[in-house]
């Protein structure tokens, strides 16, 4: 699976930005998908996930409200919309793959879930 991640930028805090990662591979349904970020200085943390069939979705108690993950079949791609920005959502965000079982979606909270991992996307929210 490879996985290209795209949509990160510089905003203004209260803006809002979208981004995709866009998964090539075989079998995708069969993956469930994160995303993660990593401020300068900071271990990468957890943000969003969303199971492999869409139906169950997790947030960081950070984003929750504000952020919103979904995934286009269809398409291949997986969207996390992150609206009203703030400073402190700086970081590099990335998003990642998980080959998991259907009813196995609650791990997809913990990084080493996963099997594969896009390249980061910066994103940069000014105050």
């Known amino acids: 699976v490879q996985l290209q991640a795209s949509g990160g930028g510089l905003v203004q805090a209260g803006g809002s930005l979208r981004l995709s990662c866009a998964a090539s591979g075989r079998a995708l349904s069969r993956y469930g998908f994160g995303w993660f970020r990593q401020a300068p200085g900071k271990e990468r943390e957890f943000v969003s996930a969303?199971?492999?069939?869409?139906?169950?979705?997790y947030y960081a108690d950070s984003v929750k409200g504000r952020f919103a993950i979904s995934r286009d079949s269809a398409k291949n791609t997986v969207t996390l919309q992150m609206n009203r920005l703030k400073p402190e959502d700086t970081a590099v965000y990335y998003c990642?793959?998980?080959?998991?079982?259907?009813?196995?979606?609650?791990?997809?909270?913990?990084?080493?879930?996963?099997?594969?991992w896009g390249q980061g996307t910066l994103v940069t929210v000014s105050s």
């Open positions: 990642a793959a998980a080959h998991v079982i259907l009813s196995d979606h609650a791990r997809l909270i913990y990084s080493d879930t996963y099997h594969y």
């Open positions: 969303i199971s492999r069939s869409g139906g169950s979705t």
